[in-house]
């Protein structure tokens, strides 16, 4: 008989060890639909729960403000975590995205669809002679970068020390943070909210057909419009997380790609295939592996009642491989059908983004395989399991070097 006892405890920091945790996920999603965590936590490895969990409005994200600060620490990096729209719950979270949905409304994520191929194909065309590239650093990071650069319209010379800051900022996000890792999120947070008080008021100036500018003017069913530290604050979070969670859907494509050759030539015989693609890119590897909620009131679930202001802990990457769901996880399937993958979140929470990411990592493969009749490894990769500890969630690709031959 299962008990609270003899229940597997996952704790977060162990994630700081591994390089491979899908067989303890495995391991957790035999045992049972929850395990222990770390003080005041359970745990959830398997699909049914975390994708219920995901959606109960019993769950939110505001955490108590010394949660955030035992991560990050005190100072401007906590203090931002706590106003954007990712930490927020109803109702200041439902009249945030609302209008933030209408700033990236579907019909712009269909009109940047051509500007990105180009974009995609300028990139590659450098290789054409050379043969040699790396995924990760001159494609996966600077395609999403260069794309949120352009719907938030920052100068091209700035361009370059906005990704470096938000690159800083991104260790906010993490469970376990170095003290010089904090001091560079404070700081890195003071520059940008500063630089991006600028643009906003240059944009009140002359508005244009950009992310700001549409943020400026967002209006929906008579809510109060975004405020300029609405705007700033939420800005940053969207640029941070337009490209985060991209870069890594790449880069994790583009090494299955060259590791396992017949997707290769699946890609170039199906192009109509890359959407299908990424999903399955995203459910193979996620990018973010957990998320956590805190309990707004008392909530049973598989035999277990998590008590009011208990953090549940939700991994999404065990999920996406829970045999009870998805025929052999292990595998990559490009045409997996269904795919219900929890890697884009869900309920009020889903990402944001989520269109966008698919839209461009598609563009990614398609033009990929278009180019290159052949691609395979020139070296050894470099993989960054939470990059040493201090980005855990994230899951990361530092560096897939590559060969190409031209079609």
């Known amino acids: 008989m299962n008990t609270v006892l003899n229940m597997p405890r996952f704790l977060l920091d162990d994630a700081r060890a591994m390089r491979d945790p899908y067989p303890v996920y495995r391991r957790l999603r035999a045992y049972g639909p929850v395990c222990r965590g770390g003080p005041g936590q359970w745990v959830f490895p398997r699909h049914e729960e975390v994708s219920a969990l995901l959606r109960d409005p019993r769950l939110g994200r505001e955490f108590p403000e010394q949660y955030q600060a035992v991560s990050v620490g005190e100072g401007p990096a906590n203090d931002y975590l706590r106003r954007i729209i990712v930490d927020r719950d109803p109702p200041s979270h439902t009249r945030l995205r609302r209008l933030l949905v209408k700033s990236l409304s579907p019909a ?23 043969r040699r590239f790396d995924l990760v650093a001159d494609l996966a990071v600077p395609v999403p970068m260069t794309v949120m650069s352009e719907l938030l319209d920052i100068p091209g010379p700035d361009r370059a020390d906005i990704a470096r800051l938000s690159t800083s900022l991104a260790q906010a996000f993490a469970v376990f943070i170095p003290p010089e890792k904090q001091r560079e999120a404070h700081s890195a947070v003071v520059e940008l909210r500063d630089y991006m008080a600028q643009l906003v008021r240059e944009r009140r100036r002359r508005p244009g057909e950009d992310l700001l500018s549409r943020m400026l003017t967002a209006v929906k069913d008579g809510e109060e419009p975004l405020t300029d530290e609405e705007i700033i604050d939420n800005a940053l979070f ?39 693609a990424v999903e399955e890119y995203m459910r193979f590897d996620a990018p973010i592996h957990a998320t956590t909620r805190m309990a707004l009131e ?28 998805f025929h052999e996880p292990h595998r990559p399937d490009l045409t997996r059908s269904p795919n219900p993958h929890l890697s884009f979140g869900g309920g009020v929470h889903h990402c944001l983004g989520a269109a966008l990411a698919r839209m461009e990592g598609a563009v990614v493969f398609e033009r990929l395989v278009a180019r290159f009749a052949d691609i395979e490894s020139a070296g050894e990769g470099v993989w960054e399991p939470s990059a040493g500890g201090f980005r855990f969630p994230y899951w990361a690709h530092r560096s897939v070097p590559v060969a190409v031959r031209p079609a």
Request: avoid cysteine; proline fraction near 4%; aromatic fraction near 4%.
């Open 238 to 276: 969207v640029y941070y997380a337009g490209f985060e969670t991209t870069t890594n859907a790449i880069a994790t494509g583009g090494d299955l790609l060259v590791r396992r050759p017949h997707t290769q030539r699946q890609l170039r015989e199906d192009p109509g295939i890359a959407g299908s």
């Open 108 to 130: 712009m994520v269909r009109a940047l669809r051509e500007p990105v191929a180009r974009l995609v194909d300028g990139m590659l065309d450098r290789f054409a002679d050379e």
């Open 298 to 325: 008392p909530i049973d679930i598989a035999g277990l009642t998590v008590r009011k202001g208990r953090v549940v802990v939700l991994l999404l990457a065990s999920a996406n491989h829970d045999e009870r769901v």
